[in-house]
């Protein structure tokens, strides 16, 4: 879907990206991390042609897109950036609306796509839709950068750390989202952060970026378990990587399935099959219990999974 072939980008004498290559497959989420000015956010605007490159090539289903016409590029590319980039005086459904509006769609099919936008993204359109970008939380705000990112159906998502800015929380539940949103419709993204546990939480791959170079590009697991270097090393982190591993892994890998689901008992300690090691872990050590219970997305009881299990497999 997207390939860079020796791409430089000079500002003045300063190499802010330095002859990188990248390739990210249709459907991939690419997550380029590393430190403040390695380059990464200059990489991602270089794809949209906010920012033009020095030199190389930047390929999107194969074209050049030095060929092609700059609107037309970014209108086939959703875009989301720290702090939403939302119009303070339209509402919620005019801002979602904005792309589409652009491409002329009929005001039907328009406002069939802002109320489903609105509902995957857990904003109830009878609710929100008559917003001002100010009468909503953080939160509530950088979903609608999502959902006008995603109005056109773009084939690409581009987001340049969209959850910087909020609190530990609201970020936590924003990722979350987003893993659910990618398992419904599958965009190939391009996402920016100095984040590490949210690269590793969101990634298929990661490209770990320094001093306008791509140290490694590689899956999460396997930067985790073979650092191409000791700045990727320090990066991931040395003394708490089998931690890391644990939250790459469901706890459907290494739970004792019951003969079949059971209605689930008030006041029953568990986690959910689609839960992390890491977290069903942490569960257990706080609450020091051997084994806690597993629950299905309809919430019955499918198995157990235990404490010993996972310091054994986790990693």
């Given at each position: 879907m997207?390939?860079?072939k020796n791409v430089t980008r000079r500002f003045g004498d300063a190499v802010a990206v330095d002859n990188i290559n990248l390739t990210i497959e249709t459907g991939e989420v690419c997550v380029l991390v590393g430190s403040s000015g390695c380059g990464k956010s200059t990489t991602l605007r270089m794809i949209n042609r906010l920012l033009p490159r020095s030199s190389g090539e930047i390929l999107v289903d194969g074209e050049d897109i030095a060929t092609m016409n700059p609107q037309q590029l970014r209108l086939n590319m959703g875009y989301v950036i720290q702090g939403t980039g939302l119009f303070p005086h339209w509402t919620v459904a005019h801002n979602i609306a904005m792309v589409p509006r652009l491409l002329k769609w009929p005001k039907e099919r328009i406002d069939a796509r802002v109320e489903e936008l609105m509902t995957l993204l857990d904003l109830d359109p009878a609710t929100h839709a008559g917003k001002y970008p100010q009468q909503l939380s953080g939160g509530q705000a950088q979903r609608v950068g999502v959902a006008r990112a995603l109005a056109a159906d773009p084939n690409i998502l581009l987001m340049d750390e969209p959850f910087g800015a909020l609190d530990a929380i609201t970020r936590e539940n924003l990722q979350l989202e987003m893993l659910r949103i990618q398992q419904q419709v599958r965009k190939t993204t391009v996402f920016v952060t100095h984040d590490i546990d949210e690269a590793?939480?969101?990634?298929?791959?990661i490209a770990v970026m320094d001093q306008g170079r791509i140290l490694q590009h590689d899956t999460p697991e396997s930067i985790l378990r073979?650092?191409?270097s000791g700045f990727v090393e320090n990066l991931v982190g040395k003394q708490d990587r089998g931690l890391k591993l644990m939250s790459l892994r469901p706890v459907r890998d290494l739970m004792t399935?019951?003969?079949?689901?059971?209605?689930?008992?008030?006041?029953?300690?568990g986690v959910r099959e689609d839960d992390n090691?890491?977290?069903?872990?942490?569960?257990?050590?706080?609450q020091d219990l051997p084994q806690v219970a597993v629950f299905n997305a309809q919430g019955q009881e499918t198995g157990v999974i235990s404490r010993e299990r996972i310091i054994q497999e986790g990693t």
């Open positions: 997207i390939e860079l590793l939480k969101l990634a298929t791959r073979r650092p191409a399935r019951h003969g079949s689901p059971k209605p689930s008992e008030t006041g029953t300690e090691l890491r977290l069903a872990l942490s569960i257990m050590l706080w």
